[in-house]
């Protein structure tokens, strides 16, 4: 595998190289709380993506979610509708809200877990990347293998996906 360490590889010939050679690397979180990036790994995550961002306070529930990290310019965000305001949108309204603020907002717990630069990010920063209450790992995996990431109370693990009834 010495060639996925060639610095001139992008993250997506990585990933052809490892589906070539039959391995898939999968990001979990290993302890109880949940996957999160660090502000540390968000950032650097943009960075790989050529992404611009501009990183905002976010008050909400006491400070403790970190910076909002947006995607747009101040002058071309979504505003936040007041708790009223939102009560009074139809269904409709609301929908739309949410999937224009989901495009305007980078939010690390959407991320394809398999995603090459994900996985170049916990590599690159270790436990650094890790954010408050996550201890992320990459996990090897077979490349042919249909996977789900199964979890108990944000302790996560990579399943082969089955079929189940209930």
């Keep these: 595998m010495k060639a996925l360490e060639d610095p001139e590889l ?3 010939q990585k990933q052809l190289l490892n589906e070539i050679q039959g391995v898939r690397y999968v990001v979990i979180n290993t302890q109880h709380g949940g996957f999160d990036l660090s502000n540390q790994g968000v950032r650097r995550y943009l960075e790989i993506k050529g992404l611009e961002f501009w990183a905002e306070e976010n008050n909400r529930f006491g400070g403790l979610v970190g910076p909002r990290y947006w995607l747009v ?7 936040d509708p007041e708790a ?3 009560h009074s949108m139809t269904l409709t309204e ?3 809200h949410n999937q ?17 630069v994900l996985v170049q990010v916990i590599r690159e920063l270790g436990s ?11 996990v090897e995996i077979p490349a042919d293998v249909e996977w789900q990431i199964e979890e108990y ?9 089955h079929r189940t009834w209930s």
Excluded: I, M
């Design 10 to 12: 992008t993250a997506d």
């Design 73 to 79: 310019p101040e002058e071309q965000r979504l505003n």
């Design 84 to 86: 009223t305001q939102w």
């Design 94 to 96: 609301r929908q739309q």
């Design 100 to 116: 224009t603020y989901s495009q305007q907002v980078f939010c690390a717990r959407e991320l394809d877990r398999d995603d090459p």
């Design 128 to 138: 650094e990347a890790s954010g408050r209450h996550a201890e992320l790992k990459v």
């Design 153 to 161: 109370d944000g302790l996560e693990w990579v399943a082969e996906k």
